[in-house]
């Protein structure tokens, strides 16, 4: 682990030793955690809360469970044995996006699943983290071409970090959570990105030919995502 | 054995094309040879008479595949029949329609299956299936306009897809009306017990299924608009390791091989086909060993010790198979006529890897039965629920574990022998229980033959002699097979029958590309085993029909 992802741990050599070892004096060795020797036995730790949070939000990551195609049978072996993402502080899967914090996109997103992708995702709590897991989540991968097929999960949600491969080995995966984790401790926000497809009301869309050929289909109010297929990459 | 063709227009030990004919008598407008059985083209208002008459005078009971596609002047469903105590026998039902109004007879009253099937073409094709029940998209979301598969279908027109479907179950009260006691339960598409992206909706009665209806077309990836648009040769053999994608790369790879092979007349040689059978088994393993850790957490909500075995086995085996093919799970290892390259220097390295893990293996499989099939709480929940009857999964097309835990003795690779599976010595599964326990054990057993398999293929393959180990045979840089040359064949993949229907047009890709998913008709079996079970049952149900999502959507 990189001392990086612990940005509040000081230099205590020095400022701290007498306190500690005054504290100290007399107890035996049962209070004996490497935090306490990491910090002292002073019971104030000096950084910023920000800094803090994030090394917090990064130590401690809930996956929310969310298979999709071919990549989350990898994703899978990288929870189980061998793999055990658990060992890195981010390994316990939530079947509920209201208690997740990482969400892995693995898998091929196609027009009837995106919208249904975005409430999920829009379910979770913030601050939330996401995870593009495979070539289809780039650029729609080895289907770029198909007619049902979205060019990459970032038209619908933004995305953090991206993991090529088809699919992207285990290994492979690892590596880009704790990439992941690395940001948010170091407090690197996701960049903002542009989303084409966003699911709004039926009845602000602008009225063309096919809104008029679906108004009879479809209420004014419901939520509808809308492809504009021609303008996609 | 090696591919070898079936005469077109014979139907061995069976009837001939000519008697079929005669059975079918003035029906029969046309006749076509498809390379794997006689075409019969009948007129669009018969459909139903023709299949009744093949159905019940001639013995084909199973409805593997249906096709619909356009062409310049027409639209063409094709009924692909076969039997299932004989799969080398069968037929063809051609059915053209009006280019103005395709308009076509469902086959639904005649084989329950073709109610998806039909849904399908509609959706994808535009062909409307006469006096069928419930015809509306089922791939494509229900807004979509146009026909992606169709002549004159525009890829960039702009398309608009709605929430509606997705109401959600939390949000207003779900019942269905004011004074029934039915309650309306959304399961998926995002949910952990649905194995991917499908979606169940569920009425229910007290805790009582009163109906199911699948919702599917998640995750449909256009495979067949890409099979379509690439070349035989070399493009196309990738795309087959992303339909069943739980490690059955190699069987499906093996689906399109065969189907290709056939069309253009290529020869495997002996030596390629035992590398085959090796690695194809190694995957049904890998796909069987999933369907197991994902049961256990359906029915236990196990996460911990049987999912972690099971996928500790897979581990190993993808070891092999990475040795083997140079990937862990999209392999792209077959190549038309044979495969890309020799087993893995040192190849004594190889074989000892391999015969290791065979050797750990029973003592595995022992600790699964103790934990799995041999614990009585799993029996509990498992014997005698989600029944499916043999004649109901034969007229959903029900083929696989599926099919051979209702006790139909059906099984590709021994009934329409390929590769090298009919010199080893092996045994097809069967159990007669019909229920969610036989299923589960079914794929059990069958690891243990497809082990013994992979064991034979290791001994031949070290004493094949040095100077004849030919992995590939000549094959053209570029294939053009004869125009209008059609062809469906199938292979037995990890979940069933999985079948490829071809269209050849004289170019270099091909011009209809069909995948018949076994998936896909065993999924639809789902309502007949859980309705009037609890709904945990229903989920168990689910896991034992062991789906995968990318081959159902395709
Ligand atoms: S990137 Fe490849 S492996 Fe992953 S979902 Fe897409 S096709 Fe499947």
Redesign the pocket.
Known sequence: MSSQQHPFVTDDSKVLTETRDARLAGQDDRFNSRLREAFGSTPFILTKFDKFMNWVRGSSMFMLQFG????SIEMMHTYAVKHDLDRFAAGVPRASPRQADVIII???IVSKFAPRMKRVYDQMPEPKFVIG????TISG???QEGYNVIKGAEEVIPIDIHIP???PRPEALVYGVAKLQERIANGESSPVVVKPYELEQFGDLERDEIVEQLAEDIDTDDLVMRYNWGDSP | MSLEEQLPDTVEEGQSADELAELLGDLVIDREDHVNAPGFVIRPDTVQDALRRLRDDAGFDHLSCVTAQEYEDRYESIYHLKKYDDPTQEASVVVPADKEHPVSQSAEPVFRTADWHEREAYDLIGIDYDEHPDLRRILLPDTWQGHPLSMDYDQDRPQIVSLREHANPLQEDQRSDSDSDTMFLNIGPHHPATHGVLHVKATLDGEQVADVESDIGYLHRCEEQMCQTKTYRHQIMPYPD?WD?ISAGLLNEWAYARAAEDLNDIEVPEYAQIIRTMGAELCRMAAHFLALGTFALDVYGDFTAIFMYAVRDREEVQNILEDLTGQR??FNYFRLGGVVWDLPEPREEFFEMTRDYLDRLPEHLEEYHDLVTGNEILQMRTVDTGILPPEVAKSYGATGPVARGSGIDYDLRRDDPYGYYDELDWDVIVKDGCDNYSRLLVRMLEVEQSAKIVEQCIDLLEDWPEDERNIQSNVPRTLRPDDDKEIYRAVEGAKGELGIYMRADGTEKPARFKIRSPCFSNLQTLPEMSNGEYVPDMIAALGSLDIVLGEVDR
């Open positions: 999709i195609a071919c990549c693995p898998g091929t897991m495979g070539s289809c991968g080895p289907f491969g088809c699919p | 992303r994608y799970l999209m």
